[in-house]
C-alpha cells in the first residue's frame, strides 16, 4: 500500500472542508477512544450484572410462605443486626420470593439487611454499594477520580459530539448513494474496515447521540449548571406545603438514586395542617405507612424512606432507574408528614417538565431498566462503540508513514473557503457544552501558540 503523504494540500473546497473535518475527527477520536472504551466495557459489565444478580442484594432468594411478618418486625430485626444503628431505608420485595431490604446506617456507613420477610430473620448483612456493579459505575461515572473523572468524561462525551458530526460529514453519501454509506463493502484491506467504520458509525449515529446526551444531563457542568437546573419540578407548585432547608439530593447516597427532575427541587416539611388523606385513625407508624402505600397504588418493588428529621417527612418512590419498575411513566414520589400522616406532596411522570420526563424515558434506556429487550439493545450499543474504537485504530495503523515518529494526521487545509462558519460552529458548540469548548480552545491554542512555533515537534504530530 502506498504511504499517505499527510502534508499533501488538497484541491477544491469540498476536498478543503472534508480533510478540515477528517483532522478534527482524528484529533477528537485521539481523545474520546480511551474513554468510550472505558464507557462501553463498564456500561456492558452493569447491564448484566444488574440483570443476573441485581445491584443491591435485591434480588435475594427466600421460601415464599401464606403469612407475612409485619413490616415493622422485620425493621426491628435488621436494626439489630446492626448494633447502634439507625434504620432509613426500606425497598419492598419485587415478588413473593426475594427478601425484603432494610438500610440501616452506622456512623458514616451505609448497610444493607436483607430480611426474610416471612420469619422476620436476617438472612444476611453487607455494605451497601460495595458490590462489581458499584466498582464498574464508579469507573463508569468518574472513573474513580472524584469531581475530576466526572470533568474529563464530561469532556470526552462533548467532544463526542464533535466527533460524531465531523464522521457524519465524511461518510455522508455525495455521488455513490446510500447504498455504499449503509451497506459494508467486505472486499478486504483498509477498504473494508472503511467501509464498516463509517457504515457501523452512520447507523450507531443517532443511538449514540442520545447515550450521549443522557448521560451529559448527569455530568456536573452541562448537566447540574445548564440544564438540570432550570428542568426541576417546581416546588412552588405544592399549594400551602412547608419547605424544609434540604433538597431531594439528599437522599442520594454514593450515586444517582433520585429522580433526575427532582435532585434540586426542594423537600416538604412536617410539622403543619398541610396534606391531605394519608394515613386515618390510627398512629403514623412503618405499617401504616406501608400500609397506606399499597392502598394508594405501590405495588411490587417500592421504596420507602424514613424521616430523619423533626421536620422530616415518610417519603414513598418508585422509578425505573432504581429498577423498581421497566416502566419509566409509572415514576411517583409520595411525601407523608411524619406527625399527621397526611400526604403533602404527590408528584408523578405527567408532573415533570418537558426535560424531566424525557431524562425520566431516557436513564431507563441509558441504564437498560426496562426489562431483557433494553439489555440487549445496550449491549449491542455497547459492543458497536468498541468497534469503531478498534476500527479507527486499525484505519490509523494502515494508513501511517512508512517511516516511524508520525502521528499521522490529516493535514489542515490552507486558504479554507467558508472559514468563518466553521468559527460559529466552534463557538456555538463552545456555548452549548462548556467542556467541548474548553478542550477546542486548548487545541487551538497548543496548534496556534506552540506546534506552530516548534516545527520538529508539529512535524511529528502531523
Known amino acids: ?20 473535518a ?41 421460601v415464599p410462605q401464606e403469612i407475612i411478618a409485619p413490616i415493622s418486625q422485620q425493621a426491628e430485626a435488621a436494626v439489630e443486626a446492626i448494633l447502634g444503628g439507625t434504620l432509613i431505608q426500606y425497598v419492598a420485595p419485587r415478588n413473593d420470593a426475594v427478601a425484603s431490604l432494610f438500610r440501616v446506617d452506622l456512623n458514616d456507613d451505609a448497610i444493607m439487611v436483607a430480611v426474610d420477610p416471612y420469619t422476620a430473620k436476617v438472612i444476611e448483612t453487607f455494605p451497601r454499594h460495595s458490590g462489581w456493579y458499584d466498582f464498574a459505575d464508579n469507573i ?115 450515586r444517582r438514586e433520585v429522580p433526575w427532575a427532582l435532585e434540586q427541587t426542594q423537600m416538604p416539611a412536617s410539622g403543619s395542617d398541610a396534606g391531605t388523606g394519608g394515613v386515618v385513625d390510627t398512629a403514623v407508624t412503618l405499617d401504616a405507612v406501608d400500609t397506606l ?3 394508594i397504588g405501590f405495588d411490587a418493588r417500592y421504596q420507602l424512606n424514613v424521616p430523619q428529621s423533626d421536620t422530616g417527612v415518610w417519603t414513598l418512590s418508585r422509578d425505573s432507574m432504581n429498577t423498581d419498575s421497566t416502566d419509566p411513566m409509572s415514576d411517583r414520589t409520595v411525601h407523608v408528614d411524619q406527625y399527621t400522616g397526611k400526604v ?28 431483557l429487550w433494553s439489555v440487549l439493545a445496550n449491549t449491542l450499543v ?12 486499525v484505519l490509523w495503523w494502515k494508513r ?25 460552529v466552534g463557538l456555538a458548540v463552545s456555548m452549548a457544552f462548556p467542556m467541548a469548548g474548553l478542550a477546542l480552545l486548548a487545541v487551538l491554542t497548543l496548534d496556534g501558540l506552540i506546534l506552530s512555533r516548534l516545527p520538529r515537534l508539529r512535524h511529528s504530530l502531523t
Open 344 to 371: 403533602l406532596v404527590d408528584v408523578r411522570y405527567e408532573d415533570y417538565s418537558l426535560a424531566g420526563k424525557a431524562m425520566a424515558v431516557g436513564i431507563a434506556l441509558h441504564m437498560g431498566t426496562m426489562g
Open 140 to 254: 463508569h461515572g468518574e472513573l474513580m477520580l472524584g469531581v475530576t473523572g466526572d470533568r474529563m468524561i464530561e469532556t470526552a462525551a462533548s467532544l463526542a459530539l464533535v466527533l460524531i458530526a465531523t464522521g457524519l460529514y465524511m461518510w455522508w453519501p455525495r455521488e455513490a448513494g446510500w447504498h455504499k454509506a449503509l451497506i459494508p463493502n467486505f472486499s478486504g484491506g483498509r477498504t473494508m474496515w472503511k467501509s464498516l467504520h463509517g457504515v457501523v458509525g452512520i447507523w450507531l449515529s443517532v443511538f449514540l447521540v442520545f447515550f450521549l446526551i443522557s448521560g451529559l444531563s448527569w455530568s456536573g457542568v452541562w448537566g447540574g449548571k445548564m440544564v438540570q437546573a432550570w428542568s426541576q419540578f417546581p416546588a412552588e407548585k405544592w399549594d400551602a406545603v412547608p419547605l424544609s432547608d434540604d433538597i431531594h439530593a439528599s437522599m442520594n447516597h454514593d
Open 22 to 62: 477528517w483532522r478534527w475527527h482524528f484529533y477528537a477520536g485521539l481523545f474520546v477512544i480511551p474513554f468510550f472504551t472505558v464507557l462501553a466495557i463498564t456500561g456492558m459489565s452493569m447491564l448484566w450484572i444488574a440483570w443476573i444478580d441485581g445491584r443491591d442484594g435485591e434480588r435475594t432468594v427466600v
Open 293 to 295: 402505600a399499597r392502598e
Open 1 to 20: 500500500m502506498t504511504p499517505t503523504d499527510t502534508n499533501a494540500q488538497p484541491e477544491g473546497s469540498v476536498n478543503k472542508f472534508y480533510f478540515a
Open 382 to 393: 455497547c459492543l458497536s462503540v468498541i468497534f469503531l474504537c478498534v476500527s479507527s485504530i
Open 400 to 424: 501511517r508513514p512508512a517511516h516511524a515518529g508520525r502521528l499521522s494526521a490529516p493535514p489542515m487545509p490552507k486558504e479554507m473557503p467558508l472559514w468563518q462558519g466553521a468559527i460559529l
